[in-house]
């Protein structure tokens, strides 16, 4: 069955960064495009980056995280600097039923893992 298995989530001070990883099994992963979601305390999920061919990020997100996926090692990897208070939220690792996506579809998931948490305070 597929399992998406978050790790590497903490606190930080603003300013500081983190790396997320995600370990994906039971099923090929170089098929599917990936994702990291958050869900902030009191919000809904919002996308944070995709990863198919080529990785795309939330407008407000770009240039402080980047989306990486390693197929040899089934591996999905968010990793975030420059955190801020607002970026505090549980982050979930992502699968698309298909290898891609659209703005329409890109909360669409067919699975996703438990999510870990990230807090930025000072």
């Known amino acids: 069955q597929v399992q998406l298995v978050e790790s590497g989530g903490g606190s930080v001070h603003p300013g500081g960064s983190l790396r997320l990883s995600c370990a994906a099994s039971g099923f090929t992963f170089s098929n599917y495009a990936m994702a990291w979601a958050r869900q902030a305390p009191g919000k809904g999920l919002e996308w944070v980056a995709g990863?198919?061919?080529?990785?795309n990020y939330a407008r407000s997100l770009e240039g402080r995280f980047a989306i990486f996926r390693d197929n040899a090692n089934n591996a999905l990897t968010l990793e975030m600097h420059n955190l801020q208070p607002e970026d505090t939220a549980v982050y979930y690792c992502?699968?698309?039923?298909?290898?891609?996506?659209?703005?329409?579809?890109?909360?669409?998931?067919?699975?996703r893992g438990q999510g870990t948490q990230v807090t930025v305070s000072s």
């Open positions: 990863i198919g061919l080529s990785a």
């Open positions: 992502a699968k698309y039923p298909g290898s891609s996506w659209t703005t329409k579809t890109k909360l669409s998931f067919d699975y």
